[in-house]
């Protein structure tokens, strides 16, 4: 998931919405202040039951967790279930960037990847979302007009790339829906 | 699912060539970062496909500097992260001044901010004359770079800011002048560095160093190189020297973790243990 400005509420309403056995890893990039110590996890780790962690470098990805991109890094999946962080130049002015997460997401896992773009007055996460959907995954973006800053959710639906467009709340109910079929799966 | 893995094996033709025509061995580096960088230059270089890319880097050297160029590129800034120069001030420094003469390593220095960083921070503290600097890099031009130690000027707004930060006790426009719209670090803190070569991936260590620094260099490396570069520095450091890595890495490997002491936790600084 990837938010900007007004993205913290938006994600906040989403991740109500997690059980604490919510079978999925989420991981999260919001544009931060480079500045910023930890007090973004800390301020999510408040609004839900899962564990917000901020990643070392090749920290293993465990089902049930979020996961919140450090500042001043961005952050990407590895194949073997870890997470890489670099000090890459900016993407989009932003580092971390929610295109580099979402591109080696796509690239990682492919299918089973579930994109969602939040508020914000940007339009990192949009080139990606292509990336996202020929991989074979489900790409989400926060419907405009229930986000503060409509600005990046409407460049990622500009893309046509967009395979549906949530209120947050609905956001939440659409990831139990695919997070329990996940584990039926797995254990058929 | 066709084309990613197509890519996939391409990559590892590509890094397999690099590594057999010129020896850099891009094999053992963070793959997603490298993949990455392999995309962004496949636009840049304007071929199709990776694999037209492995020809052109076999036979056309300027071709691979400029691949090469784009797989080392470095972002860094002076006194990046000021809270680690301010610990190395606290804690690292008063032991340095237990030692007449000491060495520090910056490995993967890239374009040399950092060293001067801790340059700067040596002077303040009265040691910079009893201590010798090696810094390295295995990226040549990032190096000559460094050497040269000229900045843009729009640079050192965040420089100084960083500087205060990180409890300098000057003023920070003291260690630099303008050259040509360019700030040239100031020559007196040159005198004590040595600039060389290195190559964490290949080489080998550096002797009885007091201080080692590498900082956001392993998080492009993979778990195995990680694990090499961090036997290097182990085997470089004094007892009771410090290591000194990026705020978001760590001692993962227990083979390593158990030589160390933490001397502070969030700076990412350690120690290794007086008794082997």
Known sequence: MGGSAGGFDALAAILLAFPPDFALPALVVQHLHPSDDASFARRLARTTRLPVVEPCDKERIERGRVYTAPANYHMLVERNETISLSVDQKVNWSRPSIDVLFESAARAWGGPVIAVILSGASADGAESMRAVKDAGGLTIAQEPASADSPLMPRAAIDTGAVDEALRPEEIGRRFLQLGSRNAECERA | ?276
């Open chain 2, 1 to 276: 699912m066709g084309k990613p893995d197509i890519e996939d094996i391409e990559i590892d033709l590509l890094l397999e060539a690099i590594y057999w025509r010129y020896g850099y061995d891009f094999r053992s580096y963070a793959r997603a970062s490298i993949e990455r960088r392999t995309r962004q230059f496949l636009s840049v270089a304007g071929c199709a496909s990776v694999s037209e890319m492995i020809p052109r880097v076999l036979r056309d050297e300027e071709f691979f500097s400029k691949l090469a160029r784009y797989f080392s590129i470095s972002v860094t800034q002076m006194f990046r992260d000021p809270l680690v120069y301010r610990a190395v001030r606290e804690k690292v420094i008063p032991l340095l001044r237990t030692w007449p003469h000491f060495k520090v390593w910056h490995a993967g220095c890239a374009t040399g901010e950092e060293v001067y960083s801790l340059a700067i921070v040596l002077k303040e503290e009265n040691l910079y004359q009893r201590a010798t600097i090696y810094a390295t890099d295995f990226n040549d031009e990032a190096l000559e770079q460094a050497r040269e130690g000229v900045y843009e000027m729009e640079k050192m707004k965040e420089a100084t800011h960083n500087y205060q930060q990180a409890g300098g006790k000057a003023s920070f426009s003291e260690y630099y002048h303008a050259r040509c719209g360019a700030a040239a670090m100031d020559a007196a803190l040159k005198e004590r560095i040595v600039f060389s070569s290195h190559n964490l991936a290949s080489d080998s260590a550096f002797g009885e160093m007091h201080l080692v620094l590498c900082r956001n260099v392993l998080i492009y490396f993979n778990a195995e190189l990680q694990n090499r570069a961090l036997g290097l520095f182990t085997e470089s450091l004094v007892h009771g020297g410090f290591l000194c890595l990026g705020t978001k890495e760590g001692l993962r490997f227990p083979e390593v973790n158990d030589q160390y002491e933490t001397v502070d936790g969030k700076a990412r600084i350690y120690k290794k243990k007086d008794v082997p």
